[in-house]
């Protein structure tokens, strides 16, 4: 069976002024791959990437000739959540620019989440914190065995707050709470048994098996995905309503008011254990 993806075939379209940080790629065939593109960082985003991340789903969501879309990270990891010199900036902002950067966390996930296409993320390395959130809101997650998940903010000292939504809709109550609570590292396999990942390649293998998804995918009628998906997901969770929305973006901004969160991101950047294990 030939490859859904064409490689020697792929024209890019990057945005001029976050060239570095997301490449979005049409490919032949209406597929269409989104990568994470600070391999150096594990792809954690900051502000800049955020705005990249959400112009690019934006653009693939208007996109008539779009079918699928993958969402994968350059280098060894998926993304490693949000940067944390950004979280540390963030924490010593005003209320106004807090506020602003939790709407800006919650309208990226959002931009995701409301892909009318179907989603593939891919998922090689670490899946950690707001890189879970983007996991949670794909249809697909294409795993590699190797690969590692967590919701490890309350480890740091903060909460899994605008990605909650997404989590909740994707694990269920008790499932969540299990890995945000204790920040609970877990391998694909045991993704697999949760629920979050659809598929467990083996090591190297995620390529292949996303191009076996898409050919099955491709076999479906564009319009009858795009209403599937919709109503399935307008059925089975609030998570497209505002007023959640609005709730995650308030527990961000009073959680990056919390003392537990300098403390906690301090004692990352220096290597040391927080107050709470010392």
Request: include cysteine; aromatic fraction near 6%; glycine fraction near 8%.
């Amino acid at each position: 069976m030939p490859s859904a993806i064409n490689r020697t075939d792929v024209r890019y379209f990057m945005y001029h002024d976050h060239m570095q940080l997301v490449i979005d790629t049409r490919l032949p065939g209406g597929v269409r791959r989104i990568t994470l593109n600070r391999p150096e960082a594990k792809n954690a985003f900051d502000a800049e990437m955020m705005q990249a991340i959400s112009q690019s789903f934006r653009n693939a969501a208007k996109d008539p000739e779009t079918r699928v879309v993958v969402l994968s990270g350059a280098g060894s990891h998926f993304c490693a959540g949000g940067d944390i010199e950004w979280m540390k900036e963030t924490l010593a902002a005003s209320q106004m620019l807090k506020r602003e950067r939790a709407q800006a966390v919650s309208d990226m996930l959002g931009s995701v989440h409301a892909l009318p296409q179907p989603l593939v993320a891919e998922v090689k390395g670490a899946a950690m914190g707001g890189g879970f959130g983007l996991v949670c809101c794909a249809d697909f997650v294409v795993a590699d065995s190797r690969a590692k998940f967590a919701l490890s903010e309350t480890r740091l000292g903060i909460v899994p707050a605008a990605i909650s939504p997404y989590v909740v809709a994707a694990l269920g109550v008790r499932r969540a709470n299990r890995l945000a609570l204790a920040g609970t590292l877990i391998d694909a396999q045991e993704a697999k048994e949760l629920g979050l990942a659809t598929h467990v390649a083996a090591p190297g293998g995620t390529a292949e098996a996303v191009d076996s998804l898409l050919h099955e995918l491709l076999c479906s009628a564009t319009g009858a995905q795009r209403l599937t998906k919709a109503l399935f997901r307008q059925m089975a969770s609030p998570v497209s309503d505002e007023s959640n929305a609005a709730l995650a973006v308030e527990a961000l901004v009073n959680a990056w008011n919390q003392q537990e969160a300098i403390a906690g991101l301090d004692a990352f950047l220096n290597k040391a254990a927080p107050p709470w294990r010392a």
